[in-house]
């Protein structure tokens, strides 16, 4: 009896290890230091701060390896007041699971690109005073013939 009741208890160390891993993973904003300027997260309580990118004129782009925002949490793109369009990808393997909050100050666009998916819960929301553009293609083609790319960046 004692035998069976270890591998019980061993059993279910590894289940909540496996579940706490997996759902930590979910609730993940991961710069992937791909860009000139990177990303930088800090985060306060439910609040994931995203400052930093790189700004090119109107346009702040970030680089992510995960982003992910999970039920109650805010994910908070800090951007200046000139910004009229944040430019985000996803470069890792994984699905964007929103299930919080996306803000952004003032009127400015975001557009999320993660060409292996993005799913939203029934608890998302958006905060932004502009459009906002999900996409799972492969990359964002700009009129001038540039291209910013999740699968090659």
Same mark, same amino acid.
């Given at each position: 009896?004692?035998?069976?009741?270890?591998?019980?208890?061993?059993?279910?160390?590894?289940?909540?290890?496996?579940?706490?891993?997996?759902?930590?993973?979910?609730?993940?904003?991961?710069?992937?230091?791909?860009?000139?300027?990177?990303?930088?997260?800090?985060?306060?309580?439910?609040i994931q701060t995203i400052d930093s990118?790189?700004?090119?004129?109107?346009n702040l782009y970030h680089s992510f390896?995960?982003?992910?925002?999970?039920?109650?949490?805010?994910?908070?793109?800090?951007?200046?007041?000139?910004?009229?369009?944040?430019?985000?990808?996803?470069?890792?393997? =994984?699905?964007?699971?929103?299930?919080?909050?996306?803000?952004?100050?003032?009127?400015?666009?975001?557009?999320?690109?993660?060409?292996?998916?993005?799913?939203?819960?029934?608890?998302?929301?958006?905060?932004?005073g502009g459009t906002f553009v999900g996409?799972?293609?492969? =990359?964002?083609?700009?009129?001038?013939?540039?291209?910013? =790319?999740?699968?090659?960046?």
């Open positions: 009896m004692k035998l069976d009741l270890r591998y019980i208890s061993l059993s279910g160390a590894f289940a909540f290890s496996y579940f706490a891993a997996t759902l930590s993973a979910i609730a993940q904003i991961l710069p992937d230091n791909t860009l000139p300027t990177n990303s930088t997260v800090t985060t306060n309580g439910l990118g790189t700004n090119r004129g109107v390896r995960d982003f992910s925002v999970s039920t109650n949490h805010t994910a908070y793109f800090n951007n200046a007041a000139n910004i009229q369009n944040i430019v985000t990808r996803v470069t890792g393997g =994984s699905v964007s699971n929103i299930d919080g909050m996306l803000k952004a100050n003032g009127n400015t666009n975001l557009f999320l690109l993660n060409p292996n998916g993005i799913i939203f819960g029934a608890n998302a929301k958006l905060d932004i996409s799972t293609a492969n =990359s964002f083609k700009f009129s001038n013939g540039s291209e910013f =790319s999740a699968t090659n960046p």
